[in-house]
């Protein structure tokens, strides 16, 4: 069984590290916390202000906040949705990711009408990042019926003891998940505080909502270790036969309020009346309660994959599958014990172990010909024999430069492989061609050209790749390489005759076989003293020649 919120490798997974918490019987003391107290700064209320622009203050080493930034308009109180705030905020972590400095000297001038330095100046960016030029309302204990914490939604900014201000990103439950600046002098998304904790030590809640505004979050009840905690995109993972509660917030409280649960996708992620879901088949399902009355309504993204026996099982169906398809054998027991656990931990995908048995050194060993491997590779690949058309074309492709890795690549990216891999729920992945000839077929089949027209022989592997790389690099014109080719040791060896040499010139710069008026007048410039280097610049120079040119794209 695997339930977990979805962690990514982009900026929006946090890996939270130890730092202070300011809230008590979590690690740090009061004294410590004191360094970290802000340096409030009242400035005038008349205006009201837009996010300022940011500059990086190299020698300190951290983000400076400036002041000066243009003036706007105050409106009225957010009227968002929480997951729209949530989502909000969320977009600004790259920016300020976990880990960034962020102490006392760091000043933020809100759109609310004032500065302040340290935590609650990054408490007010982020509520700025969720609700722009929205009013404010400062909830102090009289303000409120019942505890703090049933009074706070997601985007408001907490003070607690010790003078810390933290922003609320997510409402679970039996706790709260915040962004916060001035935590040792950090930036750190993803704290967990208690619902104990902030009842028993807020001071008072800087909201942006208005007194009638209701809101309603949902989350799966999970739960989260105090120091370290995913936030990202709503999204969880679970596995068939999985079940998880979602709770269901609504703020201000309504005892009487009648939630509706849905499901985008019943048929892998199924949800109960009381908000349990419940992994039915491998899929997306978007899971939404709704309070109809007040036209509220919050989102939660569900992934469901098949448990983890049956994933198991079908990747060893699919190394079984290569085993059989491409060494043409059953499988061994120390192959068994290695590719399935490879592609299970997602170390590998299709694409990198159908290369480990594509060249291994079994296969290599079988010293296979062209149109063997594309049978081979038809069969693995597309799951299928080669037709004759296909063949072919493959063929063709290889008899002109272009390597086995080129045409292995074809096979794994093509839509067959990729429905092939998603039916054992595997990765399909990509192949990364390396080879310079590899990179652009129509250059690789004008130098083979030259190959064959010139020196009369397809060209080797090296000089394919560095005649490619040296056009690539635009070390040299097309004309240049062709020069090359005719004023080669090699192509001088052949001691060919005026007739011959001129014949040759005929099939590589104008492609096509001589005429006997233009032989002649081609001979009798060489019999009267005209260099070969000279008759060569005539055919370079020609408009058959550049029209060869432009049909490879170069």
């Given at each position: 069984?695997?339930?977990?919120?979805?962690?990514?490798?982009?900026?929006?997974?946090?890996?939270?590290?130890?730092?202070?918490?300011?809230?008590?019987?979590?690690?740090?003391?009061?004294?410590?916390?004191?360094?970290?107290?802000?340096?409030?700064?009242?400035?005038?209320?008349?205006?009201?202000?837009?996010?300022?622009?940011?500059?990086?203050?190299?020698?300190?080493?951290?983000?400076?906040?400036?002041?000066?930034?243009?003036?706007?308009l105050?409106?009225?109180?957010?009227?968002?949705?929480?997951?729209?705030?949530?989502?909000?905020?969320?977009?600004i972590?790259?920016?300020?990711?976990?880990?960034?400095?962020?102490?006392?000297?760091?000043?933020?001038?809100?759109?609310?009408?004032?500065?302040?330095?340290?935590?609650?100046?990054?408490?007010?960016?982020?509520?700025?990042?969720?609700?722009?030029?929205?009013?404010?309302?400062?909830?102090?204990?009289?303000?409120?019926?019942?505890?703090?914490?049933?009074?706070?939604?997601?985007?408001?900014?907490?003070?607690?003891?010790?003078?810390?201000?933290?922003?609320?990103?997510?409402?679970?439950?039996?706790?709260v998940?915040?962004?916060?600046?001035?935590?040792?002098?950090?930036?750190?998304?993803?704290?967990?505080?208690?619902?104990?904790?902030?009842?028993?030590?807020?001071?008072?809640?800087?909201?942006?909502?208005?007194?009638?505004?209701?809101?309603?979050?949902?989350?799966?009840?999970?739960?989260?270790?105090?120091?370290?905690?995913?936030?990202?995109?709503?999204?969880?993972e679970?596995?068939?036969?999985?079940?998880?509660?979602?709770?269901?917030?609504?703020?201000?409280?309504?005892?009487?309020?009648?939630?509706?649960?849905?499901?985008?996708n019943?048929?892998?992620?199924?949800?109960?009346?009381?908000?349990?879901?419940?992994?039915?088949?491998?899929?997306?399902?978007?899971?939404?309660?709704?309070?109809?009355?007040?036209?509220?309504?919050?989102?939660?993204?569900?992934?469901?994959?098949?448990?983890?026996?049956?994933?198991y099982?079908?990747?060893?169906?699919?190394?079984?599958?290569?085993?059989?398809?491409?060494?043409?054998?059953?499988?061994?027991?120390?192959?068994?014990?290695?590719?399935?656990d490879?592609?299970?931990?997602?170390?590998?995908?299709?694409?990198?172990?159908?290369?480990?048995?594509?060249?291994?050194?079994?296969?290599?060993?079988?010293?296979?010909?062209?149109?063997?491997y594309?049978?081979?590779?038809?069969?693995?690949?597309?799951?299928?024999?080669?037709?004759?058309?296909?063949?072919?074309t493959?063929?063709?492709?290889?008899?002109?430069?272009?390597?086995?890795?080129?045409?292995?690549?074809?096979?794994?990216?093509?839509?067959?492989?990729?429905?092939?891999?998603?039916?054992?729920?595997?990765?399909?992945?990509?192949?990364?061609?390396?080879?310079?000839?590899?990179?652009?077929?129509?250059?690789?089949?004008?130098?083979?050209?030259?190959?064959?027209?010139?020196?009369?022989?397809?060209?080797?592997?090296?000089?394919?790749?560095?005649?490619?790389?040296?056009l690539?690099?635009?070390?040299?014109?097309?004309?240049?390489?062709?020069?090359?080719?005719?004023?080669?040791?090699?192509?001088?060896a052949?001691?060919?005759?005026?007739e011959?040499?001129?014949?040759?010139?005929?099939?590589?710069?104008?492609?096509?076989?001589?005429?006997?008026?233009?032989?002649?007048?081609?001979?009798?410039?060489?019999?009267?003293?005209?260099?070969?280097?000279?008759?060569?610049?005539?055919?370079?120079?020609?408009?058959?020649?550049?029209?060869?040119?432009?049909?490879?794209?170069?």
């Open positions: 069984m695997k339930i977990n919120i979805k962690r990514k490798t982009c900026a929006y997974a946090v890996l939270l590290g130890m730092a202070c918490s300011c809230f008590t019987g979590i690690q740090s003391s009061a004294d410590e916390l004191s360094e970290d107290a802000d340096m409030y700064a009242a400035t005038e209320t008349d205006a009201y202000y837009n996010i300022p622009d940011i500059t990086t203050d190299t020698d300190a080493g951290y983000v400076e906040i400036g002041e000066e930034h243009e003036a706007g105050l409106l009225a109180y957010s009227a968002i949705s929480s997951d729209e705030a949530y989502d909000r905020m969320i977009a972590m790259p920016e300020y990711p976990t880990g960034m400095t962020w102490t006392n000297d760091n000043y933020y001038k809100w759109n609310c009408g004032w500065g302040a330095w340290g935590c609650m100046g990054f408490a007010h960016l982020v509520s700025d990042a969720a609700f722009g030029n929205a009013g404010l309302r400062t909830l102090y204990k009289d303000d409120i019926n019942g505890d703090w914490f049933d009074a706070i939604r997601v985007g408001d900014v907490v003070r607690v003891p010790s003078n810390h201000s933290v922003t609320v990103l997510r409402i679970c439950d039996d706790y998940i915040v962004a916060e600046g001035n935590a040792s002098g950090k930036v750190r998304w993803g704290r967990v505080i208690s619902k104990d904790d902030i009842n028993s030590n807020c001071q008072y809640i800087e909201t942006r909502y208005g007194a009638d505004t209701q809101t309603i979050t949902i989350s799966p009840d999970l739960w989260y270790d105090y120091w370290i905690a995913d936030v990202g995109p709503r999204s969880l679970i596995e068939t036969g999985d079940t998880c509660r979602f709770s269901v917030r609504i703020t201000p409280a309504n005892g009487n309020a009648t939630i509706q649960w849905t499901s985008s019943p048929d892998a992620v199924e949800v109960s009346s009381d908000g349990t879901i419940t992994g039915k088949s491998a899929g997306i399902a978007v899971i939404t309660a709704t309070y109809a009355e007040a036209g509220i309504s919050s989102s939660y993204e569900v992934a469901c994959e098949l448990d983890y026996a049956t994933r099982a079908n990747v060893q169906s699919f190394v079984t599958r290569l085993y059989e398809k491409c060494l043409d054998r059953e499988p061994d027991e120390e192959g068994m014990n290695t590719w399935p490879i592609l299970m931990s997602k170390k590998g995908t299709g694409a990198s172990v159908a290369k480990g048995f594509v060249y291994s050194k079994e296969y290599i060993g079988k010293n296979v010909s062209d149109e063997e594309l049978n081979m590779l038809y069969r693995v690949f597309l799951d299928r024999e080669a037709d004759a058309e296909g063949l072919d493959w063929l063709g492709l290889m008899e002109q430069g272009l390597s086995r890795d080129y045409v292995f690549r074809g096979f794994v990216q093509s839509p067959e492989y990729t429905n092939i891999c998603q039916s054992y729920g595997i990765e399909r992945g990509t192949v990364t061609l390396t080879q310079p000839r590899d990179k652009n077929p129509n250059m690789t089949r004008f130098v083979n050209r030259l190959y064959v027209y010139v020196l009369g022989r397809s060209g080797e592997t090296d000089g394919l790749n560095d005649w490619c790389k040296a690539q690099n635009r070390l040299y014109t097309p004309v240049q390489v062709g020069d090359f080719f005719v004023l080669s040791e090699e192509f001088k052949k001691n060919l005759s005026d011959e040499y001129i014949k040759v010139l005929y099939r590589a710069y104008l492609g096509r076989e001589y005429d006997e008026e233009g032989l002649n007048t081609w001979l009798e410039l060489l019999q009267s003293g005209t260099s070969r280097e000279t008759v060569l610049r005539g055919f370079t120079n020609s408009v058959e020649f550049e029209k060869i040119i432009k049909s490879f794209g170069l």
